[in-house]
């Protein structure tokens, strides 16, 4: 095995982390800004195989990434098992909200969701043949507590009310919304993987909005679940699962749900992630995306610590957080130079 993406994930400690980025392919990237302009809007590049490749190839040709991220969306889900989606310039998601059994009903089933998602295994399938050798192929989607904010408020929220509204209210409707959120996610990764994906992320962005019981039965319960089933189909497949902001919570989620990497925001250290996460398995993480903004020597600074803090044991150096459209992309050149520099 000679992907050292593959190898930390594997539970190798290597001497120089591989690194990769939270919405690498993006708006800071002059590139992506092009490719993005000639689809015509963000969902169409996200349906047009080629386009979809090429900006995912984008920042591997600039910066020699140890990880390509399928470029997709957490929402094309929703939109496939039947929901509208589009989205407002400068404002960003709107969905056709599900609030009621009716509105559930009108829902489709696991399998229905290929008609729609087929043009984003075929943009597995093109880069699972133009990704340089040693290069991982990252496949993934939303956990089904983030995608049902989403679904239930019809957008983003600041504090996911809307659904936590509806956990108090209709306990059994929302927990419908999980479950089949829970189904149709196995077979969205499970497609990717068939297509050529080699790694699936799970990403719970609003994991950390979830308290107490709620937090094992809303983000750590589905997690496991998919990563059981997922595994059970294609024995020996990597899960990476990211309850952002989980906190305490990341404690113990290696082995509650099989994963083999957790992911961590910068809500924590470093230094206590290595202590209680990094424990029990492989880390992604977590250096501050406002470090791609500001740069500096705090930048240097902040990445050798990340690289320390964790270089006792199994490590992909990462983000905390998805990187912002105001990035400067020298300041992500200097993070992978800094990361590579102790080789
Ligand atoms: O205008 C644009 O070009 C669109 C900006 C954008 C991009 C680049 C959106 C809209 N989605 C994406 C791509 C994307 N989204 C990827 C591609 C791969 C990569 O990382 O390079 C991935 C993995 C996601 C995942 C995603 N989408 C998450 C989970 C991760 C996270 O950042 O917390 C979430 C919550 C979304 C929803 C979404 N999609 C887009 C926006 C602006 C949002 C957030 C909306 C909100 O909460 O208000």
Redesign the pocket.
Known sequence: MTKTILRALAGETLPTPPIWM??????YLPEYRAT?AQAGD?LSLCYNPELAAEVTLQPIRRYGFDAA???????LLPQALGADLW?VTGE??RLSTITSDAEFDRLGRGEMIHDTLNPIYETVRILSRELPEETTLIG?A?APW?VAT?MIAG??TPDQGPAHALKAENRALFEKIIDRLTEATIDYLSAQVEAGAEVVKL?D?WAGSLEGEDFTRYALEPARIITQELKARHPGLPVIVFP?QAGQGYVGFHQATGADCVAVDDSVTPEWAAEHVQVDGCVQGNLASSHMVTGGQALVDETRRVVKAFSKGPHIFNLG??ITPDADPENVRLMVDTVREGA
């Open positions: 939270m919405r690498q392919a993006g708006r993005r963000f991220i399928l470029f997709a969306d957490i929402l989205f960003g998601p993934f939303g983030t989403y957008r983003g990403f962005s952002r957080h998805g």
